[in-house]
Each structure stands twice: as structure tokens, then as C-alpha cells.
């Protein structure tokens, strides 16, 4: 297997160019930039707020980087830690040196990555493809999760042909003249493309190539072996499942956890109702009483 990584030294500058003016205009200025070495590569990861208490680990959808929660990090930032990650292999300050083959292998590299920023447990929260990561820690690392927050996670159902209509549509609609996306977003159902900073990180890294495994869907065993307080927040309109089909799913097999169908919300789910999605975040890491 490859890794994920620039076509060239000129598509990689003009990417690094873009994420940095996307962190000086979206990011809290009062943050820290470390990068922490893995068996996978070198990873980037932004941390605000408290330096004590449990954090807020926030690992962003396929195609993406820490700067997608940018919405998010200052009022989180205002009761915990917040630790925002660009994963490996995805388009982000991160640096891919070995291939990630497998669940079982991102979950390897997250239990790594926490491991050395001395995080002995945390409130992991996964959009999409991070969310079947941190599904996958959670059952190979067990003992470093403290609750998850799963906004319209990956891994839950196979994937169809209606999902990769709706990424190719958004893509192309994210590179329609900004006057026209509005239109466009409500047409294809991707409020994501509406973030004209973020969209404009995307199309410099049409350079990068992405070779990640696929999100194959967890099995029932998997699912029932599920023991943390969970929440899994589901859009009513996601093209990448039915959300409830996967609910009663997940009513079935991991009945502790809990299961929110957000009205009128699709995949994009982090910019179609961000107050849904901070809502969750905040009850799930709030201290539990006993």
C-alpha cells in the first residue's frame, strides 16, 4: 500500500500557503501548534483552552483537517481542553511515512497520538470517516476513551452509490462562483460548501492524494462490544446512510448508547446544525454525576 501525499514539491507549498492564511482567519489566536511523531508519520494537532481537565479531542471527516471544527473551538475551548487533530493521511499539516491498512491501524496511530501528548483519557469526537477512527479506538484501545461523540459517523452501513453522487455533486458545486453556491448547496444538500475559507483550503489541495482505507461497516459483534457512554448524532437526510435503519441498528446491538436523528439535517451535519452538534458535544463531555 502508498501513502497519502503531494503529487509535488509545488502542489505541497501552494497547500501549506492556504492552511496557514485558513488557520491566521479562522482559528483562536490564543492556541498551541505541536507536532508529535507516530509510527505512522508526523501529526499536527492545534490545542486551546484549560491546560487541565479532560479534553475534547475533535478528529474531522475524510478529505478534511483540524480547521473544519473552527466553528466549534472557542466555546468548547471555554469549559475544556480542546485538541484538534489533522489526521494522517488526510489533507492537513500532517505527514504520512507509513501506510494505514486498516481500522485497526488508525486506531493504532490515535492511541499513539494520545499516548504522547500524555492524554490518559478523553471525550473523542469523529465527523465521518473520523468518527469510524474513533469507533475503532474505542473497541482496540478501550481504556483511553472517556464518552464519544459520533456526528454522522462512517462504518455504520456500506456505503452506496447515493453518497459518492452527493460528494462528486458538492465537490463540483464547490468550484461554481461563490454568488452560486447558496443555490447550489440547498440543490445538492451539502451546507458545507457554503464555507468559502475552507473551500478554497479544498481546492489547493486538489494536488494531495488520499490513500486511506475505505470505511467498511463495523459488524454486530463490533457493535455490541460498544461499553462507552456514546451519542451518536445522525443527519435525517445523510446520503451516507439511512439514518433509520442505522438507528434502530444501533437500538439493537448497543442499546446504552445514545442515538439522536437531528430534523432536516443531511452528512454535512457539523454546518447544518452546529448547535445540535455543540449541544451534544457539551452534555456528552460534562462531568457525570453519580
Not at 126 to 135: E, N, T, V
Not at 200 to 223: I, N, Q
Request: hydrophobic content about 45%.
Amino acid at each position: 500500500m502508498r501513502i497519502s501525499e503531494f503529487t509535488n514539491g509545488k502542489a505541497e507549498a501552494r497547500f501549506r500557503t492556504a492552511y496557514e492564511h485558513a488557520l491566521t482567519r479562522l482559528w483562536p489566536r490564543q492556541h498551541t501548534a505541536t507536532t508529535v511523531p507516530t509510527g505512522f508519520g508526523s501529526t499536527r494537532v492545534l490545542r486551546t483552552g484549560p491546560a487541565h481537565g479532560q479534553p475534547v479531542v475533535l478528529l474531522p471527516g475524510a478529505g478534511g483537517n483540524a480547521l473544519m471544527w473552527h466553528a466549534y473551538v472557542e466555546r468548547l475551548a471555554q469549559q475544556h481542553p480542546v485538541i484538534a487533530v489533522d489526521t494522517i493521511g488526510e489533507p492537513g499539516a500532517s505527514v504520512q511515512t507509513t501506510p494505514i491498512r486498516d481500522g485497526h491501524d488508525a486506531a493504532d496511530w490515535l492511541e499513539e497520538l494520545l499516548a504522547a501528548l500524555d492524554v490518559p483519557t478523553a471525550h473523542l469526537v469523529g465527523c465521518s470517516y473520523g468518527g469510524w477512527i474513533a469507533l475503532h479506538h474505542r473497541l482496540r484501545h478501550p481504556g483511553r476513551t472517556a464518552t464519544l461523540t459520533l456526528v454522522d459517523p462512517a462504518g455504520l452501513a456500506d456505503v452506496g452509490r447515493r453518497f459518492y453522487t452527493w460528494l462528486i455533486l458538492g465537490g463540483l458545486a464547490a468550484l461554481a462562483p461563490r454568488a452560486l453556491r447558496p443555490r447550489l448547496a440547498r440543490a445538492v444538500g451539502n451546507s458545507a460548501i457554503l464555507e468559502a475559507e475552507l473551500m478554497t483550503l479544498m481546492r489547493a489541495s486538489t494536488g494531495f492524494r488520499r490513500r486511506l482505507p475505505l470505511a467498511t461497516a463495523l459488524d454486530d459483534a463490533e457493535l455490541a462490544r460498544l461499553d462507552a457512554p456514546a451519542l451518536f448524532l445522525l443527519g435525517e437526510r445523510s446520503a451516507l446512510h439511512d439514518a433509520r435503519a442505522v438507528a434502530g441498528r444501533l437500538h439493537r446491538l448497543a442499546p446504552a448508547a445514545q442515538v439522536r436523528i437531528v430534523p432536516g439535517a443531511g452528512h454535512s451535519l457539523t454546518t447544518d446544525d452546529p448547535a445540535a452538534v455543540l449541544d451534544g458535544i457539551l452534555t456528552m463531555a460534562a462531568p457525570q454525576v453519580s
